[in-house]
């Protein structure tokens, strides 16, 4: 079955900067798309990077100029750097993965989740 593990959340003061991991495992093949997504307390899960496989981005208006999403050397890996981090990026971050679909950002698309990994901006 397939898995997805996130890692390299943490707390950090705004203006720093943090790097997230991403480790997909149990497909042969490589992912249509993989993005990160995030989720604040009380509001609807964003999508904020996405990534298809021919190395196409596509970010979210907020974090444009200070988020960079990559993949990794490894199939199926993916990163998110941050950057100028702010207090309103707070939030637990997920890994999605989709096989198939056009999936861009839009939650509904992804077929595969990660648990998430928790980032905390302190002002």
């Known amino acids: 079955q397939v898995q997805l593990v996130e890692s390299g959340g943490g707390s950090v003061e705004a203006g720093g900067s943090l790097r997230l991991s991403c480790a997909a495992s149990g497909y042969t093949y490589t992912f249509r798309y993989m993005a990160w997504f995030r989720q604040a307390p009380g509001k609807e899960r964003e999508g904020v990077a996405a990534?298809?496989?021919?190395?196409?981005?596509t970010y979210t208006e907020s974090v444009k100029g200070r988020f960079t999403i990559s993949g990794g050397n490894a199939k199926n890996t993916l990163y998110l750097q941050m950057n100028s981090l702010k207090p309103e990026d707070t939030a637990m971050y997920y890994c999605a993965a989709e096989p198939f679909r056009y999936a861009f950002l839009d939650t509904a698309q992804y077929t595969y989740w990660g648990q998430g990994t928790q980032v905390t901006v302190s002002s």
């Open positions: 990534l298809d496989k021919y190395g196409v981005t």
